[in-house]
């Protein structure tokens, strides 16, 4: 009994002393546990450190964003050609419309000049063949009436010399009088071309010049806007680019006004070389027809009214 007695104490105090240690244990594990927390919270400020220094940026990117007037005042308002000659300098302005006015003046010179040169190739070709069809200057004269025109007027100079010579004719030979006839002649031709070449050197000057003129601007505009970037201490394309396309557009425009002069100034001295030898040969039909009446002056009156 007492043996058995102490067997329920010994298990007893083995429960109690198991009890004891477990609570030890468990008091142990939660110590190791509880400075956790003090490391934790130190650490914390270094990870928030990074975005307490980005702040700033942040801030300013959003106060950049949210005032986009200091952009806008450095971004070009209107590139186009009128905006642009509006925005330019005064003198790239004048080159401008110097340009313009050259080539305002190129295209009523070509209107005018073509205009003048297809009737004068017209009236010219029709006394041409008045002529070339006539058998005497008389007859020639009958055809080509009191029409006006440097044909015409060939005519009336070959008749008025002739007349003039009537009376030296019975003594002399007729070379003299062709010679006089053609020394007028040949003035009335030369006459016609310069009246028919008249307003082409001032698409001669407009060709050669125009170029030089807008480089001019060109270079004018470069040169303020190089001034204008060194003011502003800035590269940005959006402050170099418009002065820059100010500039090209006054090279643009002498290029305008030049290429089409010089391509008319062609077409024109081609077309006054054609007109020159359509008068020409009206010129040579009248010395033909001088030579004829030479030769029939001392021929009876019938025959003469025959060859007519």
């Known amino acids: 009994m007492p043996r058995q007695h102490w067997s329920r104490h010994g298990l007893f105090a083995a429960l109690i002393a198991s009890a004891l240690l477990s609570a030890g244990g468990a008091v142990a594990q939660e110590q190791p546990a509880a400075p956790a927390p003090a490391i934790e919270t130190p650490a914390s400020p270094p990870a928030g450190t990074p975005d307490a220094t980005m702040a700033p940026e942040a801030g300013v990117s959003t106060q ?20 642009m000659f509006l925005a330019a300098d005064i003198v790239v302005k004048g080159v401008m419309i110097g340009l313009a006015f050259a080539s305002l003046v190129t295209w009523t010179i070509w209107l005018a000049k ?3 040169i297809l009737g004068g190739k017209l009236s010219a070709r029709r006394a041409a063949q008045a002529i070339g069809n006539a058998a005497t200057l008389n007859q020639a004269r009958r055809a080509l009436g009191h029409t006006g025109g440097p044909g015409a007027l060939l005519v009336r100079a070959a008749e008025e010399e002739a007349a003039l010579s009537a009376g030296a004719l019975e003594h002399v030979s007729g070379d003299g009088l062709k010679e006089r006839v053609t020394s007028r002649l040949s003035r009335i031709e030369a006459a016609a071309a310069r009246r028919m070449s008249r307003g082409t050197g001032v698409l001669a000057t407009i060709g050669s010049t125009a170029p030089f003129v807008g480089l001019f601007g060109t270079v004018w ?3 303020n806007a190089f001034i204008g970037i060194s003011q502003a201490q800035t590269t940005n394309l959006a402050v170099v680019a418009p002065g820059i396309a100010e500039a090209l557009l006054a090279t643009a425009m002498g290029l305008v006004a030049a290429i089409p002069a010089v391509v008319i100034y062609n077409v024109f001295a081609r077309s006054i070389a054609g007109y020159r030898q359509i008068l020409a040969d009206a010129s040579a039909g009248v010395e033909r027809l001088v030579s004829r009446d030479l030769d029939f002056r001392n021929v009876a009156p019938a025959t003469a009214l025959a060859a007519e």
């Open 114 to 116: 073509s205009l003048e």
């Open 64 to 83: 950049a964003e949210a005032d986009p007037s200091a952009i806008s005042l450095t971004l070009p308002h209107d590139l186009s050609p009128w905006g």
């Open 221 to 223: 505009g470069i040169m």
